[in-house]
T-cell receptor, first 112, second 111 residues
Framework: DTAVSQTPKYLVTQMGNDKSIKCEQN?????MYWYKQDSKKFLKIMFS???????INETVPNRFSPKSPDKAHLNLHINSLELGDSAVYFC???????????FGPGTRLTVL | QKEVEQNSGPLSVPEGAIASLNCTYS??????FFWYRQYSGKSPELIMS????GDKEDGRFTAQLNKASQYVSLLIRDSQPSDSATYLC???????????FGTGTQLKVEL
């Protein structure tokens, strides 16, 4: 009965590859997010969706494309992976955009 | 100036002492404030949320908010070794649509 789940937990890939990370929440929340946490542990928002509509799009390279097929799912596709993309990516959800956010377990992406 | 600032630490306190963690923010329009705890290799976990000036207590944790000074703090009473983690301050900015995190303060509770 995991609240926010992500797959895969670990992802190791070569530069130039394309990869996807999936996120699902069973909390009935309307808003979902993607965050990137770098090696210095700084957590920064990338995207936010409310009821499948994009509401936050930070200055993220367009190689990153979020997709929300329904309000319980928010996937992140990354094209042409670069070394600097190595980080932990967290999915989160909240009841609405102003309420407490609950985080998934994270996906550790390593680009070689 | 960073939007949300925290001392990176490490902050070391003896077991049983009070740990005091501080955070300042730059957006005067911020309305929501959160403290998350993150153990190494784990995801952030909500400890406290606070929306109005003053103190809010939950068990051993007390959050304090002073909007005039743009300051949020977290007090942990009777600190335990299990409290050793990184504590992230998060502020709802941009009309509340976005959480901006500080870089976190590493707390070490020593036996």
């Amino acid at each position: 009965d995991t609240a926010v789940s992500q797959t895969p937990k670990y992802l190791v890939t070569q530069m130039g590859n394309d990869k996807s990370i999936k996120c699902e929440q069973n909390l009935g929340h309307d808003t979902m997010y993607w965050y990137k946490q770098d090696s210095k542990k700084f957590l920064k928002i990338m995207f936010s969706y409310n009821n499948k509509e994009l509401i936050i799009n930070e200055t993220v390279p367009n190689r990153f494309s979020p997709k929300s097929p329904d309000k319980a799912h928010l996937n992140l596709h990354i094209n042409s992976l670069e070394l600097g993309d190595s980080a932990v990516y967290f999915c989160a959800s909240s009841q609405d955009s102003i309420y407490t956010q609950y985080f998934g377990p994270g996906t550790r992406l390593t680009v070689l | 100036q960073k939007e949300v600032e925290q001392n990176s630490g490490p902050l070391s306190v003896p077991e049983g002492a009070i740990a005091s963690l501080n955070c300042t923010y730059s957006d005067r329009g911020s309305q929501s404030f959160f403290w998350y705890r993150q153990y190494s290799g784990k995801s952030p976990e909500l400890i406290m949320s606070i929306y109005s000036n003053g103190d809010k207590e939950d068990g051993r944790f007390t959050a304090q908010l002073n909007k005039a000074s743009q300051y949020v703090s977290l007090l942990i009473r009777d600190s335990q070794p299990s409290d050793s983690a990184t504590y992230l301050c998060a502020v709802g900015t941009g009309g509340g649509n976005k959480l901006t995190f500080g870089t976190g303060t590493q707390l070490k509770v020593e036996l």
